[in-house]
């Protein structure tokens, strides 16, 4: 493979989009084919079962079920539309991949790590991201931030999994620090709770660092 595979990860509402759009543009301006994609989603298969996941009129949905259906919906991105790019020398930036897995389904629900990490290797094929941008930041701020972007209202808007408890998020908030301690080779942690362009200059700062390793 001669791409690079770029991760995206934090708490719901850390900033990831609007810094994957920043790192995105800058990108442009290298002559690299960009590949700019989600999870769940990013194929017509794995868009019909995020509808499902994060659809709040499935409350009674179980943990089980849940940890299978976003493997299920990696497994066809990653073969579908992943591995392709990759192949083809693309950089691609993904908005979550299995951290978030580990951090909300295996930490989140109380599952083991193990299981969790056995069904997304299988779903995967071992696929792990050259580099990933840990957006870091207390539950209670980046839930404001989900809140002000519906407009004020309480609950419009947020998903099933954007509607737990803040306590289950202040625990995801956990998981992912310790991803990141645990995995400081390929984790960037960045402190989100600043202004998108300081954080963006940290980003981009790695970012060049990787690409002069690769070249
Ligand atoms: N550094 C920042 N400071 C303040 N607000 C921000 C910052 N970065 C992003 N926002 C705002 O916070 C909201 C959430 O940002 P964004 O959609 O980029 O987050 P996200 O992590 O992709 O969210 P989600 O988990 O829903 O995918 C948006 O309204 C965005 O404009
Ligand atoms: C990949 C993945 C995601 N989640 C959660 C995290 C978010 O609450 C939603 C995705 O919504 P986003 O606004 O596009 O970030 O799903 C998860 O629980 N487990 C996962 O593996």
Redesign the pocket.
Known sequence: MTGIFITFEGP??AG??TQINRLAGEIAKLNRKIVFT????GTRISDKI?SI??DPEYAEMKNQA?VLL??A??AQHVHEKIIPALNEGSIVLC???????????AH?LGISVDTVLMI?RFASSGLIPTRTYMLDIPAQESLKRLHKRAGGDEDAGL????LRKLEYHRT?REAFLGIAKEQSDRVLLVNANRGEEEIAADILADFYRLLDQQN
């Open positions: 719901d509402g990831k989009t989600r999870e769940p989603g995020r996941i994060l849940e976003y493997a919906s990696r908005d979550r991949f299995i951290d978030a897995s580990v951090a909300y389904q989140g997304n998903d099933r999994i954007e995801v």
